[in-house]
Structures are given as structure tokens and as C-alpha cells.
């Protein structure tokens, strides 16, 4: 339908939840593994990390780490840029002698910068509510196989060092 705004009245909207176990947790039952996250190591010859062990960030926590995509929308948009909320406690926040952290400017994503009066139609992604909710206490680095020997990395099943990269209430936007 048409209701007078560039994006339309409809689209697809998502969300994924995921839990995280580790070691001991009742889930793993039957010989399962704890779950690690890898960023990294696809297709041959590249490297890794594998953060294992992911535990909630509150310390005795009964809770299993987690990671939620918020929601997330696809629209079809007809409009050469969008204009974002501006966020006004960052718009007066000072940033070195003469500046602000934002301006007004900051919050008009362009999409297309052609000079015709035609809109073209894209797609857009915007995210609201993102979490990833917790922290490694097992890290290591991967490589693939096909890595020359003396550029692999082996081992450190059980390292005791990890990474905490939790994120809360992201909002992003692509178009």
C-alpha cells in the first residue's frame, strides 16, 4: 500500500535468539560440546579466533550467555537518503577546541547521489536492539588447513585467557 513515506507500509521483519553453553552445562548432554563463536578461518589458507568457554557477563550467574539481533527490518525504499533521529545530547557534547561529537549532517544517510529527479528504488536494513551478552574465558587463534607448518596455529584447547566483546542495544542502519 501507499501511505506517503518513502518506505512503505510493509516489509520483513526478524529476530534471532541464541544461548551459549559451556563446559558442564545440563544442556550438553550425550557427549554434546559447549558452543564457541569463531570469527574468521573461511576458505583455505586464512586465519582465526575462536572465543570459547562464553559465560554470562555477570560473575555466578545460573543465566547462559546469549546473543540477540534485536529486530530487524527489510524494507524496499523509494528516496535518495533517509534522515535519521538526531540524538541531541551528542549534537551539543563538545569535541576538541571548535567542535561536537555530531551535527545535524551526521544523521542524513544518502543511498544514491544521482542528480536526476528519479528515486531509485533500494533496499534497507536497519537493525534496532542488538545484544551480544557475553564473555570469552577461553581464547585461541585458528588457521585452515593449507597454511605453510610454520604459520599454523595448534593447540590452546586450554588456554585461560579470553576476550569480553559484549555489546548492548545496538541500532545500526545499511542501505
Request: aromatic share 10%; net charge neutral.
Amino acid at each position: 500500500g501507499n501511505n506517503a513515506t518513502v518506505i512503505g507500509s510493509t516489509g520483513i521483519a526478524a529476530r534471532m535468539y541464541a544461548e551459549f553453553t559451556k563446559s558442564g552445562d545440563a544442556m550438553l548432554t550425550g557427549g554434546g560440546q559447549a558452543s564457541t563463536l569463531e570469527i574468521g578461518g573461511a576458505g583455505n589458507n586464512t586465519y582465526g579466533f575462536e572465543f570459547g568457554e562464553l559465560s554470562p557477563l555477570v560473575v555466578g550467574s545460573p543465566n547462559r550467555a546469549y546473543f540477540d539481533s534485536g529486530n530487524v527490518y527489510l524494507n524496499l525504499t523509494d528516496t535518495k537518503q533517509l534522515l535519521m533521529p538526531q540524538n541531541a545530547a551528542l549534537n551539543a557534547a563538545k569535541f576538541g577546541a571548535n567542535g561536537t561529537v555530531t551535527s545535524a549532517a551526521d544523521y542524513t544517510q544518502t543511498i544514491n547521489n544521482s542528480t536526476t529527479n528519479i528515486n531509485p528504488y533500494a533496499l534497507v536494513l536497519a537493525i534496532r536492539g542488538m545484544d551480544f551478552q557475553a564473555i570469552s574465558k577461553r581464547g585461541r587463534f585458528t588457521s585452515t588447513p593449507g597454511n605453510a607448518p610454520a604459520n599454523t596455529f595448534t593447540g590452546g584447547e586450554s588456554n585461560t585467557w579470553g576476550l569480553g566483546l559484549p555489546f548492548y542495544n545496538v541500532n545500526a542502519n545499511l542501505a
